[in-house]
């Protein structure tokens, strides 16, 4: 490493893995489609269970109320209390090995979701699981952050980003034939295993970036406490309704996501294969071209201002939040069918230029806790909130309290309406985020 980048970047001169900021266009796009992977991991193990929530429900004798605490609040319970403590060590340490370590952690626990052999063995292990939103995303999201330029976040967070519909592409197709044809607990065993090797991959082929190395100003190195990051981001109206817009898409999009194939289970007759590959192509097919057509918008010029992002962001939420009022409420399996190709590829839509915006809001020292603070309040809204509430109201419609298919639908439809929640935030942080890019700019 030359003299002058060890001058400008001495953090750089003391570790020889670490990446120059004018590391190759390939070195740049391998970390990004890695990463990616990463992203496609965590998202197909975290997703998969809810494409057998009914036959382990059935296996276990649980109700609904039950079966989502197991499932889903489960998942969280890591983030919730170590998410915020890992964030802060990826702002200060190796994020490659922090991510890495995640990633084989995760998915050891994966498999032993499929080994569990009762209510309390499959619990812990879907408690662990939750390492791979702790640890995986914050650490990508900030690593990548030095490797694109400001300009080029948004974008390259969305390719990142296609790690969630192929992930639960993997989840829901793939995951309903193995476990249609082997059981639900071959199916942990085969999506689990594969994330060891790559986190083995991410380990040994990654270097890692000089923190801040592609953005300007005085305070690029600086790693501010926890609190002082809170400040600052609470004092950013436009970051603030932006990670409540994002987390309610999350609670709406993702919680709605997360009961589906029971409820096409209960609602149509379907098994576990025919509802996995009713949802398998919409999440590959239609929310990848989403994705990379809303990749594509973002590279034009009239979409270079944040605020019209925003704007867009939030008429794509407010227009499916009435498709999926009709999905749940009609019993027409044709129409459903249909319908899920406009609702299930706008909850992709916000992740990438949501993410994208966030960092640039960010400090480079404070980015990991901005995007754990949007994951944190995401996943109380999509994997505690919204499963649990849907559970318990499904009992409580339910004739003697159990649940059936019509109890299901009631409880679904109630949290439809919170999409308009959601993209009522994007409007608003729509309003403040010049005013506050301007301010960061100035601060710097």
């Not at 997703?47 to 489960?74: C, M, Q, W």
């Not at 436009?238 to 709605?256: K, M, N, P, T």
């Not at 406009?342 to 992709?348: A, C, D, F, G, N």
Request: glycine share 8%.
């Amino acid at each position: 490493m030359s003299e002058t980048r060890a001058d400008i970047h001495p953090e750089a001169a003391t570790d020889e893995r670490r990446a120059a900021p004018d590391s190759s266009l390939a070195e740049r796009w391998y970390v990004a489609i890695t990463m990616c992977v990463v992203y496609t991991l965590s998202i197909c193990d975290r997703y998969s269970i809810s494409t057998v929530l009914e036959p382990i429900r059935k296996e276990l004798h649980l109700s609904d109320a039950n079966i989502a605490f197991l499932t889903g609040v489960s998942l969280a319970i890591f983030y919730v209390l170590f998410g915020f403590p890992l964030s802060w060590l990826i702002d200060r340490k190796s994020r490659r090995a922090i991510i890495g370590a995640c990633l084989i952690a995760w998915s050891a626990l994966t498999v032993a979701t499929g080994l569990a052999r009762n209510y309390w063995q499959l619990l812990l292990a879907r408690v662990g699981v939750g390492v791979g939103e702790a640890g995986g995303t914050p650490g990508a999201n900030s690593m990548l952050s030095d490797y694109f330029p400001p300009a080029r976040r948004p974008m390259a967070l969305q390719i990142f980003s296609l790690g969630a519909p192929i992930g639960a592409w993997l989840g829901s197709q793939v995951a309903g034939a193995i476990a249609y044809r082997f059981g639900w607990r071959t199916m942990f065993l085969a999506l689990g295993i594969p994330g060891i090797l790559v986190g083995a991959l991410v380990l040994l082929t990654i270097r890692e970036p000089a923190r801040g190395c592609l953005d300007c100003g005085r305070n690029r190195d600086a790693r501010p406490p926890f609190l002082e990051t809170m400040r600052v981001m609470l004092r950013q109206p436009s970051a603030v309704h932006l990670i409540i817009g994002s987390s309610v898409v999350a609670l709406w999009g993702w919680g709605l996501m997360w009961w589906t194939p029971t409820f096409l289970m209960r609602s149509y007759g379907l098994n576990v294969d025919q509802a996995g590959a009713m949802l398998g192509p919409v999440h590959l097919i239609g929310g990848s071209l989403a994705m990379i057509a809303s990749t594509w918008l973002l590279s034009r010029p009239w979409l270079s201002s944040e605020q019209r992002i925003l704007r867009l962001l939030g008429l794509n939420v407010a227009l499916a939040t009435l498709v999926t009022a009709v999905i749940y409420s009609t019993h027409s399996l044709a129409l459903t069918r249909v319908l899920f190709w406009l609702y299930i590829p706008s909850i992709y839509v916000y992740i990438g230029p949501g993410f994208g915006i966030l960092n640039n809001l960010a400090r480079p020292g404070m980015r990991a806790v901005y995007c754990a603070t949007v994951l944190f309040t995401a996943n109380l809204g999509n994997l505690i909130i919204a499963p649990q509430v849907v559970g318990w109201l499904s009992d409580w419609f339910a004739p003697q309290h159990i649940a059936d298919a019509e109890s299901l639908r009631l409880a679904m439809l109630c949290l439809v309406p919170t999409g308009f929640w959601a993209a009522w935030h994007y409007f608003l942080s729509a309003r403040h985020v010049l005013d506050d890019a301007r301010r960061l700019a100035e601060s710097n």
